[in-house]
């Protein structure tokens, strides 16, 4: 199965990737479904059913809010986040949604999306299913969706173990474990970065790619800068303050401050600055999903400003890298909290930035491979438990913990030659049967842990 760097990194919208990339993504392909089999003009009313972590936590995450986009049309690359909010209101208020952009059709918005709290469809806990209807009630059409994780979605035939969109492409270089990567490195004499991008070569030129990547490394800038600059009241009730533009101004104007951890505190800040933007519906590089979103661009943004020698080869080598390591969880175990924690998150944010900066800092691939392992290693058992389903509680702060811990998981590896006792491969593994060992309300149901044992105010 074939995966690109361009897979796991995408450009989206906050507050979370499987919660709102994927149902809107979902949504806009029933749309453009009906209008493609010929039932967009005979359609009056559509419906949304969402179940499983979808159900539970879809209020807070915004999936009812990203299904009524989708419907409408829009993308998460595309859509304008400062009127998204404006747009669902109005088609609420108005009882009417233009379905596809073109095709008016009457919508009620307490009885057309509907959240299934205690249900689930069978192959994914994030699952949803969507028809279309004509004027006397009969069903046109009818699809069921599941979000699988960092936005990506598979239709309703898929199974339990699908993790990933077909694709059949031939790879040169292919390879589904640590030790196939390594073992290919070692017999072409290439490091890790180098076998992604003879692999992503496949798909378009290393031009093409590199002006992507850097596109990319842009959107993640953005959003630091915006979320530094953005002062105030995170939306959804908890009334979480935003902390990156305090942070910021003290930082910058303490330039004589000799501190030896002062770059942690740049760290922090920039993993809070995205975070917090995703929490309040921004502009979102999903690296590998929405809910991690802070941890590779805080990792780069300390390779860029305190690395010396740093450059924009360095930023396409890094994101290469850390999208191996992505591309292993992925296809082996699960980047989705509603399905393993948020080991599978934040553990494998962890683990690919951890990798993308030994990359760059020069090490060899058993030295990437283990900071990779040692990244999801020390975040294994770790809980999805957002309070109030919001993605602020424990996440925002957990991004730059975790960021923090990528760095120091690089740095290690590079004190020694490579070798270590649990490979990246058992850690995966684990991380795949700590999650399937897990409870339910310990996956992104807010059924558990911090969001039964914090007040919500």
Not at 220 to 238: K, Q, S, Y
Request: aromatic letters at 6%; hydrophobic letters at 40%.
């Amino acid at each position: 199965m074939a995966l690109s760097v361009l897979d796991l990194f995408s450009v989206g919208i906050g507050p979370s990737s499987s919660h709102t990339v994927g149902p809107m993504r979902a949504a806009k392909l029933f749309a453009d479904g009906l209008k493609g089999d010929g039932h967009l003009s005979s359609t009056t009313r559509v419906q949304a059913e969402l179940f499983g972590s979808l159900g539970a936590t879809g209020r807070g995450h915004g999936s009812d809010k990203a299904v009524v986009l989708g419907f409408k049309g829009l993308d998460p690359e595309t859509v304008d986040t400062t009127t998204a909010d404006d747009q669902v209101a109005a088609a609420a208020l108005d009882a009417e949604l233009m379905i596809a952009g073109t095709h008016r059709v009457d919508f009620n918005w307490d009885e057309d999306v509907v959240l299934h709290r205690r249900k689930s469809l069978p192959a994914h806990p994030n699952g949803m299913t969507f028809r279309a209807l004509d004027h006397a009630g009969a069903v046109l059409s009818e699809r069921s969706f599941y979000s699988i994780g960092g936005g990506f979605v598979v239709d309703g035939d898929a199974d339990a173990g699908d993790r990933v969109v077909a694709d059949a492409t031939v790879l040169p270089y292919p390879f589904s474990t640590a030790d196939e990567l390594l073992a290919i490195c070692k017999r072409e004499g290439m490091s890790i970065s180098d076998v992604m991008l003879a692999n992503e070569l496949t798909w378009r030129t290393e031009t093409e790619l590199r002006e992507e990547l850097l596109k990319l490394w842009a959107v993640m800038r953005e959003c630091v800068d915006n979320g530094c600059a953005a002062e105030g009241i995170l939306p959804g009730g908890l009334n979480v303050k935003r902390r990156a533009p305090s942070l910021f101004k003290t930082l910058t104007a303490d330039t004589g401050v000799t501190d030896p951890l002062r770059a942690m505190e740049w760290v922090n800040l920039y993993a809070l600055a995205v975070n917090e933007e995703n929490a309040a519906g921004g502009r979102i590089v999903t690296a590998p999903t929405n809910g991690a979103a802070g941890i590779v661009p805080a990792v780069l943004h300390y390779y860029t400003k305190f690395v010396p020698g740093a450059n924009d080869d360095g930023v396409v080598r890094f994101l290469l890298a850390a999208a191996a390591v992505g591309i292993l969880f992925k296809i082996n175990a699960s980047i989705s909290g509603a399905e393993v924690g948020c080991q599978g998150e934040v553990g494998s944010a962890c683990s690919m930035a951890a990798a993308g900066l030994c990359e760059v800092l020069g090490g060899t691939p058993e030295q990437v491979e283990n900071a990779a392992e040692v990244g999801i290693e020390h975040n294994l058992g770790l809980t999805c438990d957002p309070v109030g389903g919001l993605v602020q509680i424990p996440c925002i702060e957990r991004n730059a913990i975790a960021s923090v811990k990528a760095i120091n998981a690089a740095r290690l590896s590079l004190h020694g030659d490579g070798s270590h006792k649990v490979s990246l491969d058992k850690a995966i593994k684990t991380m795949r049967e700590t999650g399937a060992d897990m409870k339910t309300k310990y996956k992104e149901t807010s059924r558990g842990g911090l969001a039964v044992n914090v007040i919500e105010c």
